[in-house]
């Protein structure tokens, strides 16, 4: 059932939530009247919340104190052990606009933002993390160009900040102007038409704790036309020691990385996408998981044996071999034609020696 966004501290309790097929793909959503009758937010935010109550006031201030007001707050609690969940119903007793799905047990990031999505009753949805924040006027500007144009995506701009209070901007937005696959992460930084993803069946990978972020926007930006930009809407992306974008990738992460990008080539061989487009997103997703390998800093030969087989599959998967050859043949020469001739052996000694380079 829909949550109201007008209801006054309404909490979604769910103590073994089932909101969607296995597969994690999304079933759409019934109108709630407010949509009926004309009263949707403009924009859903969207926030998981697992273990960061050190982080949420500064991430639930910049999100309460967006001067476009008209949004709903989608807070889901992903049965944190911590006092987040204290924190969520503080500020919901002063802001009607949040609601609260609580989860009696932890589903993991990629339920917990489908599971809003399912329930969003915005326009555009929005997403922020809770250990992040946003400027003011964030939703505001990217909402106004949403409109001003019709776009489907409308992306602002990173700024990542290092805990030695270094602070660089991310994606060049000059850059997704002229090609829009250039938006391949930081999916945080925009604002998505709900329809578009509902009607594309646009998802975070269900299961998977690493790479669910770049399987998502990679998906939406293979099915939009054009993505507009805004430079001066800031998302602040605090980079954390402890997070899992980290250098160093445990089996479960690179697996995990496996199952995500795996998603991208999924989606992009199910639908109608463009050639350019089609070869790299492709070659995005393989490479990812490539030198994921290498992140993994790992002697494991069975890891790389049950990789080398996981890539295998992927590469048969293929609709342009050809041009997904010649690509690959410039960063990693030798691995195409191996993986070719599909020997499993030969395969998994490339990867053992790629890892030590």
């Known amino acids: 059932m829909p949550i109201n966004p007008h209801a006054s501290h309404g909490a979604v309790r769910e103590t073994a939530p089932s ?19 004309g009263d949707c937010p403009k924009v ?4 998981p919340i697992h273990n960061v109550e050190s982080y949420l006031r500064r991430c639930l201030d910049s999100v309460c104190g967006q001067t476009l007001h ?25 802001d009607d606009r949040i609601k609260l799905i609580n989860f009696g047990e932890n589903k993991g990031v990629s339920f917990a933002r489908n599971y809003a999505i399912d329930r969003a009753n915005g326009d555009y949805l929005g ?5 992040d924040e946003i400027g003011p006027h964030f939703f505001e500007k990217l909402y106004a160009r949403a409109i001003s144009g019709g776009y489907e995506i409308v992306k602002g701009r990173a700024l990542h900040i290092f805990e030695d209070g270094r602070k660089a901007f991310g994606i060049n937005n000059e850059n997704i102007c002229k090609n829009k696959l250039h938006f391949c ?26 790479g669910e972020d770049i399987a998502f926007v990679c998906k939406a930006v ?49 639908r109608e996408v463009g050639p350019s487009s089609y070869d790299a997103l492709f070659f995005y997703a393989f490479t990812n998981c490539v030198n994921g390998l290498r992140r993994t800093k790992s002697n494991d030969r069975m890891s790389i044996i049950l990789y080398a087989r996981l890539l295998t599959s992927m590469f048969e998967t293929c609709k342009r ?11 990693l020469p030798g691995l195409y034609e191996l993986l070719s001739k599909n020997v499993p052996e030969e395969i998994e000694q490339y990867l053992f020696d790629f890892i030590k380079k």
């Open 185 to 210: 992460r930081e999916f945080w930084s925009a604002i998505y038409r709900r329809e578009f993803i509902i009607k594309n069946e646009i998802n975070f990978t269900i299961g998977a704790m690493f």
């Open 44 to 47: 859903s935010v969207i926030i």
């Open 127 to 131: 997403f922020v993390d809770p250990d």
């Open 70 to 94: 008209d949004i709903e707050i989608l807070c889901v609690n992903d049965n944190s052990p911590d006092n987040s969940l204290s924190i969520i119903s503080e500020y919901q007793r002063n």
């Open 321 to 331: 071999k050809p041009a997904f050859g010649y690509k690959l043949y410039e960063s």
């Open 19 to 37: 909101p969607r097929p296995e597969d994690g793909t999304l079933r759409g959503r019934a109108n709630s009247h407010e949509c009926l009758l």
């Open 222 to 270: 293979s099915v939009v036309e054009h993505i507009a930009t805004v430079d001066d809407a800031i998302y602040a992306y605090h980079r954390r020691s402890d997070s899992s974008d980290g250098e160093i990738l445990s089996k479960n992460h690179l697996m995990s990385l496996f199952l995500s990008q795996n998603d991208i080539v999924k989606f992009i061989n199910k």
